[in-house]
Structure formats: C-alpha cells, structure tokens
C-alpha cells in the first residue's frame, strides 16, 4: 500500500458519509426558545440590538409559541416586560397572577399544552424599578435573604399559572432550595427547577437589556459571578443539586464552553447553556455587513455548545434553527 497508509479523508468523501459519521448533531428538541412579552402591546416590536427578535404582545406570543412547536423546538422561556409604571421597589408585578408575565404562562400553556416544555424566568430584575435581581437593603446593595421569600412566592404564582419549569436567574444564595420547598408545599411537586447555577457578569448581555427595558443603576458583580472563576461555578452547581435543582444551566455560552463541559462531567442531571443576546448580536451583525455565512455560523455555534456537553441549547434562533437542522439530516 502506497503511502500514507491511514487516509481518515475517506470518511469526508460524501455529505451523506460525513453525516452518516458525524459525532455531534444538534437536535430541534434540545433547542429552547427565549420569548418576550410585553405589556399592552397590540403588535410585536422591534428589539433594535436584536435583529429579528421583538417585544411580542399577548397575541403574537401565541403565534410565535405555535410556531417553534410546529418547527420542533423543544422548550419556550418566556420573559416578562412590565409598563415602568407598573414597577416598585420589590418587583410586585412579578407576583402578581394578573402580571405580564403570569398571563403570559396562562397564554402559552393554553396554546401548546404538553406539546412542549413552558419554562419562566423567575427573577425580579424585569419587574423592579431599580433593576436589580432581589429587594434592595438600606445601604443598596441586594437583601439576599429577603429575595428569596420572594422568589418563593414567585415560583408558587409561575406554577399556579401552568409553568412547566421555573428558571431562578437571580444568582441569590439558597434560591434554588426555597423555591424547591415553596413548591412542594403548595402541592407543585411536579414543577421542575432549571437552575441558573452558572451565571457569569459579563459584558454580553446588552441586548437583553433593551429587550427587558431594563433600569438597571450599576452592576451585578456582587450576586453573579467573576468571568474568570471555574472552581466557584462548580460550587454553584453542587449546591443547586444539593438544593433540588433538576437541571443546571451555565450563562453566557460561548465564551464559557470550558465551563459547560466542566459542569458536565460533574452532574449526571441535564446541563443547560444560555446562548445569550451578545452572542447572537455579533453573529447578526457580521452577518449583516457581509463578512461571514451566517446560517453556516449559526449552526456551527449550536453544535459547538453541544459538543461541549449542554444537551438544551437556550437560543434566540431556535425556531429558525430548528427548520435548518430538519432540512439538513
């Protein structure tokens, strides 16, 4: 045999040999769909930063919902955006069984039942007028403890209203076994807990805050956590998995893949990752101008999360990508 003797390119011949080897394939199913739903609104608005993703009113967010559905995408998580007027000091409307977002789960469980998994962001940021994820102390920094008898209440109100799974965000010390035991107790044992166990404060959420209206003053760098800390983000994981938590979840995505992988080989729950607005803005925005092929880029960076071990994929292009994939195999 005539050198070289090994040619793996023989398994690269063909599209349908590459297919038929290839080691990672994203699936429709594990891709959820971020959604956001403002209140009052008659007709879906723009989100700027976000090309393509909008404030959605109460009607456009049926559709949207059906849509993903009907394309495959597995799971909705659905944002709450409050009138500023509506807004305090503690995030009542969050609470609150007629607010935005309450209603939006009704909406959405009411148009897609069991035919996908409703999940809701349990988190105050959206509904305070501060802008901050938790009840402000005297001296302006987040009541860590006085939070959580909030999130509490507000994981009760998100199950009453159909949620499948609540999605604690907030980073708050202890979220995730309150919100566990609050349910239990109202009788939600059913409900699961996608914790946010991993959720860094970093400079890739930009977008998301014009989309959440956000009024945050400041930052949020005493409550999540440093960009360049791994050891911490697993002991956020093994105490949300102490806690209850029935999947864990690691926010940004790309920039953090080490991590997504390093929480992987530490649990055996399932493992989300967060593909957040910034990574979607900049692949939207070189795709715009030109420079890359952005279907292409969209799902080499779908597969890329999922090589590194996140089996549910939080992406703003689930729907479109779902419709890709089912074309592609």
């Given at each position: ?56 009113s109460r009607e456009s967010l049926r559709k949207a919902a059906h849509e993903a559905v009907r394309a ?137 805050r014009e989309a959440v209206e956000s009024t945050l003053q400041g930052d949020r760098r005493t409550y ?49 990752a967060y593909q957040v607005s910034g990574e979607y803005a900049m692949v939207e925005a070189a795709a ?42």
């Amino acid at each position: 045999m005539s050198y070289p003797d090994i040619r793996p390119r023989r398994l690269r011949r063909t599209a349908a040999m590459r297919r038929l080897v290839e080691e990672t394939q994203v699936s429709p199913a594990e891709l959820v769909l971020p959604l956001f739903v403002k209140e009052g609104l008659s007709e879906p608005r723009p989100i700027s930063s976000l090309p393509g993703v909008v404030q959605h009113s109460r009607e456009s967010l049926r559709k949207a919902a059906h849509e993903a559905v009907r394309a495959g995408v597995g799971g909705l998580m659905l944002f709450g955006v409050p009138e500023n007027a509506n807004k305090d000091e503690t995030g009542s409307c969050g609470l609150d069984p007629d607010g935005v977002l309450n209603v939006a789960i009704r909406d959405v469980v009411a148009e897609v039942g069991d035919s996908s998994v409703v999940m809701s962001d349990l988190c105050l940021d959206e509904f305070t007028s501060h802008g901050h994820c938790g009840v402000l102390s005297a001296d302006g920094t987040v009541d860590n403890d006085a939070t959580l008898d909030l999130y509490a209440k507000m994981g009760i109100a998100q199950a009453e209203a159909g949620a499948h799974v609540v999605g604690p965000s907030g980073m708050m010390d202890g979220q995730v076994g309150v919100i566990r035991r609050a349910l239990d107790k109202a009788g939600y044992q059913d409900t699961a807990v996608l914790a946010y166990a991993v959720k860094y404060a970093g400079a890739f959420y930009g977008p998301f805050r014009e989309a959440v209206e956000s009024t945050l003053q400041g930052d949020r760098r005493t409550y999540q956590q440093s960009p360049g800390n791994l050891r911490e983000a697993l002991r956020e994981v093994d105490l949300d998995v102490a806690e209850g938590a029935d999947m864990v979840m690691v926010k940004p995505a790309l920039p953090y893949l080490d991590v997504v992988a390093a929480v992987r080989e530490r649990v055996d729950i399932p493992v989300a990752a967060y593909q957040v607005s910034g990574e979607y803005a900049m692949v939207e925005a070189a795709a715009a101008n030109g420079w890359i092929d952005r279907e292409g880029v969209l799902l080499e960076t779908l597969t890329s999360i999922k090589r590194a071990g996140a089996q549910i994929i939080l992406t703003y292009w689930a729907t479109e990508a779902a419709r890709l994939l089912r074309d592609r195999y």
